[in-house]
């Protein structure tokens, strides 16, 4: 039971350069989440997803896209990086009401 | 608008004693859940706690425990009996509606250092 992986742990981009992030879950759960974590801000929501082939936009949509295109999976990509992208992105997954989410261990993602 | 307010940057306790986090928030829905979450150096979000709104009584995990003031809208973080390992940041997330209300809110969080 691996609970919430996330791939890749680094990246480095150029500008305009494009990029999918990969969160995997082996917890059967419905809900899967992409935030940003920025230095004094906290994390914040980008995308989230309430089921297979269902997504919704968070606090921080633009730039992104995501599928969810089977339950365990829940891809965040980056059409055209740009520096203000430079964060660490962590996926989460859960069974939403009282429960809580488990995060991955997030992926640090830097764009020059 | 939903919010989480943490307005202590960093707190520093001594070993062995208690501390209190404090969180608060805004919301106008009836219905919303209330996370503390622990984030170790190393970077991973360990899970704490939780409080429902409707929650008669506050909750408690071990050494830690929330202390929900639904009229005040605050939903500090009490850790007793602080160890060295408790250095880390802490933040406060609620869930809320949203659209089928699975949004999360988290707050800038609050960075605690255990002194021996």
């Known amino acids: 039971n691996a609970g919430v992986t996330q791939t890749p742990k680094f990246r480095v981009l150029k500008t305009g350069q494009s990029m999918t992030l990969l969160c995997a879950q082996d917890?059967?759960?419905?809900?899967m989440y992409w935030y940003r974590q920025d230095p004094g801000m906290g994390l914040r929501l980008i995308h989230y997803s309430v089921g297979e082939g269902t997504t919704a936009k968070g606090e921080v949509p633009d730039g992104y896209n995501v599928s969810r295109l089977k339950k365990q999976n829940f891809l965040l990509g980056l059409e055209s990086a740009a520096p203000s992208q430079t964060s660490v992105y962590f996926c989460a997954s859960g069974r939403g009401g009282s429960y809580e989410q488990y995060f991955g261990p997030g992926t640090r993602l830097t764009v020059t | 608008a939903q919010k989480i307010t943490q307005t202590q940057p960093g707190m520093f306790v001594q070993e062995k004693e208690a501390v209190t986090l404090d969180c608060t928030y805004d919301t106008s829905d009836p219905s919303y859940g209330l996370f503390w979450y622990k984030q170790p150096s190393s970077g991973e979000m360990i899970f704490l706690i939780y409080q429902g709104s409707y929650d008669q009584q506050n909750a408690t995990e071990g050494r830690y425990s929330l202390n929900f003031q639904k009229a005040r809208k605050s939903a500090n973080l009490v850790i007793s009996a602080s160890q060295l390992g408790d250095s880390a940041m802490y933040f406060c997330?609620?869930?809320?509606?949203?659209?089928?209300?699975?949004?999360?809110?988290f707050g800038t969080g609050t960075s605690l250092t255990v002194i021996p």
């Open positions: 917890m059967n759960h419905e809900y």
């Open positions: 997330a609620m869930r809320g509606r949203g659209w089928s209300g699975n949004q999360f809110y």
